[in-house]
């Protein structure tokens, strides 16, 4: 059985599996695209990354999508 941990995304509580890393994060939240950037407890993650980098519990990701206007 894979432990569920609870993170902080955009500033609400979220659970997912244990072992996720960014890539499966994404996914499980259901952002379908690539037009945004991850930042893991305050350092971007560049996309490259996105399959190595290993999300614990309690980090603090924040995902930024451009937005059109102004």
């Known amino acids: 059985m894979v432990e569920k941990i609870e993170i902080v995304v ?3 509580k979220k659970v997912i599996l244990n072992k996720s890393n960014i ?3 994404i996914k ?3 952002y379908e695209d690539n037009s945004f950037a991850v930042v893991l407890n ?3 993650v560049d996309l490259k990354k996105y399959d190595e980098t290993k999300i614990a519990k309690g980090d603090t990701i924040e995902i930024l ?4 206007g102004g």
Request: proline share 6%; no cysteine; hydrophobic share 40%.
């Open 10 to 12: 955009n500033g609400e």
């Open 23 to 25: 890539k499966e994060m």
């Open 65 to 68: 999508a451009p937005m059109a």
């Open 42 to 44: 305050g350092t971007f």
């Open 28 to 30: 499980t939240l259901g």
